[in-house]
């Protein structure tokens, strides 16, 4: 039997994205989403809320970072989503994380974080408060690598959201091969 829940956008895997830009005094900020996804084969679209830090950061510099939360960093990830940058100033230092200038666009990466989108903004529409972002260059630490140096979800282990049960989830058991499985069914 099937149970109504309602109107919920209940859908699976929902990423959790930790966006990373400079306060206009230059120390990095960071906020954490998880309304956000891929818009295009080079563009992401995530929900930022106006009232955010990050945004009018964006803004200013017109560029942002997207990382992969991972389940080793799961506490200070949770802080940086809990944690106002308009309330905290000095939260990225708070939460022990590391800049790294990034050499593509003007936005940190997050050093202990493995894999990072480095984006330019390409719009963002003030009444439904999404963001669109240019991937300007994708960068990976070599743990998240297989041997072959092809990005591992397995050795990435991304954290996804749970919005019913507000929970963390770590993706990483493979089910199957896409373009290939369901060509058995004849």
């Known amino acids: 039997m099937r149970k109504d829940l309602g109107v919920k956008a209940f ?5 959790t994205l930790v966006i990373a ?14 309304w956000g996804s891929v818009s295009d084969t080079n563009q992401v679209a995530i929900y930022v809320a106006a009232s955010h830090k990050t945004m009018p950061n964006i803004k200013a510099r017109k560029a942002f970072t997207v990382s992969m939360a991972t389940a080793k960093h799961i506490k200070a990830i949770d802080y940086l989503g809990v944690t106002s940058g308009n ?15 990034s050499a593509h666009v003007d936005a940190p ?13 390409v719009s963002y529409d003030e009444e439904s408060e999404l963001l669109i972002g240019e991937v300007v260059n994708v960068t990976a630490d070599e743990s998240a690598l297989d041997a072959s140096g092809k990005l591992s979800v397995e050795k990435l282990e991304p954290v996804c959201y749970d919005s019913a049960g507000h929970g963390y989830y770590v993706m990483e058991r493979r089910v199957g091969n896409a373009f290939s499985d369901g060509k058995e069914i004849k």
Do not use: H, R, W
Request: with cysteine.
């Open 11 to 15: 859908l699976y895997p929902q990423p």
């Open 109 to 121: 990466l997050i050093a202990e974080l493995p894999l990072t989108l480095e984006c330019k903004m």
């Open 87 to 101: 309330k905290v100033p000095d939260k990225f230092a708070k939460s022990g994380f590391t800049a790294i200038k």
């Open 21 to 34: 830009t400079y306060n206009e005094d230059g120390t990095p900020n960071a906020m954490v989403a998880a």
